[in-house]
């Protein structure tokens, strides 16, 4: 993968950046100078000869000026500017094209991808990889095509869209972007760009597109969930890794033990919002969020726009611009062909084997089965394989290394039967065969 790297030394940034703190340059920071810090989330004590110049010149008490202790309010009044290193944050420079397209045209895509706007400002959406400087991809989808943009000046951003639209990707390839203008990372430094996830699947499948297209400017990368020892995860941390992907209670662990820092971040994402606050982890999520510098790129992406989220980004989001694709609410997929069947309890289980004997009759059909219940996915999971059908299941309960394989062996088709509750509801993708059944068993 090739782009152009705005904003890197030799390479001038465009005009009309869009941010106050932060300089329109990148700067180089000397290191071996920074003293101890007691206080948690930021500036703690490292064990690190040469620590980064990030957090050298506070005092002990302070959180880049910021004196407030981990659970007070969060009050951008008491962040003192003149002490946080600058960084680069706009590398957004329009294609030829792009400029060219005329505001007629650029109001027919939006409505022909059912896309709405709010803001000033906002850029044009772009209708190839090329015109956003990623060559060598298919076209964009819709959330793609105007997110890229948004992202890439440096403005925070809200995006609304359904799961499985490519909001991953949205948000991926600007934050490679955007670790590539800043300083490289010293001993003792904590992540460049944080993205916290809902849950562990999600978290991993991230971090694999992170992978994937990280991997050429040889960018490091490491997911932070529970259900696993934390041993490996804090050494990775500690070695330094530019791209952190976490679910929230456990990268609070880590900052609570001094596994990590905030210090060095400056892209913030909050992919799935909206479930990461139906799952209760909004305390959880302001408590890390309000560690971090206010002058950092936002970007929050969900698939529906409640008033808890909307509360969410009106606090911790400045001056944002959001692209809203479809619906505000949740809605079924129009690739989905969806039958309703009234039965009684006795006649479920009758009736998921003949639509099992009908779908699996096909090759390389897949079929994915929700419960209301733990209890009621291992049920049925051990009802069909006493049966001779290749079910396994997967739901909350079982230990992160089986939940692994357990979506490995989905994704494969060396088991084409997946029995789930909601921790496979959004967000997973797995390659679909000729089709998908979707059977629910009510609470």
């Keep these: 993968m090739s782009y152009t790297n705005y904003g890197a030394p030799g390479v001038p940034a465009p005009p009309g950046t869009i941010y106050s703190a932060a300089a329109t340059t990148s700067t180089t920071y000397n290191s071996g100078n920074a003293p101890p810090q007691s206080s948690s989330y930021g500036n703690g004590s490292s064990s690190y000869k040469n620590s980064s110049n990030y957090g050298s010149s506070y005092t002990s008490s302070s959180r880049y000026g910021n004196d407030r202790g981990v659970d007070r309010s969060y009050d951008d009044r008491n962040w003192d500017f003149s002490k946080l290193p600058k960084f680069e944050k706009n590398f957004y420079r329009e294609h030829i094209n792009v400029i060219s397209r005329s505001q007629v045209e650029v109001d027919e895509y939006r409505k022909k991808h059912d896309m709405k706007v709010f803001g000033l400002d906002i850029p044009k959406p772009v209708e190839t990889f090329e015109e956003a400087n990623f060559p060598g991809f298919t076209s964009p989808t819709p959330i793609q095509s105007q997110g890229w943009p948004m ?12 799961t499985g639209s490519g909001k991953t990707l949205a948000y991926c390839l600007p934050a490679i972007v955007h670790i590539n203008a800043q300083p490289f990372l010293q001993p003792g430094d904590g992540p460049i760009v944080l993205i916290l996830a809902p849950t562990r699947e999600l978290a991993v499948q991230i971090q694999q597109e992170c992978t994937k297209f990280g991997k050429s400017s040889k960018i490091k990368n490491t997911c932070v969930y529970g259900g696993v020892p934390k041993g490996p995860q804090a050494r990775e941390l500690s070695h330094g890794v530019e791209i952190c992907i976490a679910t929230p209670g456990r990268l609070i662990d880590m900052l609570e033990s001094r596994r990590t820092n905030l210090r060095r971040v400056t892209y913030l994402v909050l992919d799935e919002a909206d ?13 890390i969020v309000e560690q971090i510098r206010p002058d950092r790129q936002t970007l929050m992406w969900s698939a529906t726009w409640p008033k808890e989220v909307k509360r969410l980004a009106e606090d911790y989001l400045h001056d944002f611009i959001q692209v809203n694709i479809g619906s505000l609410d949740l809605s079924a997929s129009h690739n989905i062909s969806q039958t309703v ?16 004997e009908r779908i699996m009759d096909q090759k390389d059909n897949k079929t994915l089965i929700f419960t209301g219940t733990k209890r009621t996915a291992d049920e049925i999971t051990k009802y069909l394989r006493q049966d001779g059908w290749p079910a396994l299941a997967i739901h909350g309960d079982k230990a992160q ?4 394989w357990v979506l490995s062996e989905f994704r494969s088709g060396k088991s084409p039967i997946m029995v789930a509750t909601d921790v496979a509801s959004r967000g997973i993708a797995v390659a679909a065969g000729n089709k998908y059944a979707y059977i629910k068993e009510e609470k």
Excluded: W
């Design 341 to 356: 069947e009234i039965c009684t309890e006795y006649e479920k289980r009758n009736k998921l084997v003949k639509h099992l």
């Design 151 to 162: 992202a890439l000046s440096g403005r925070d951003v809200v995006g609304i869209a359904e």
């Design 275 to 287: 479930r990461m606050l139906d799952m209760g982890f909004e305390p959880q999520i302001r408590k």
């Design 401 to 404: 290394t089986e939940r692994d």
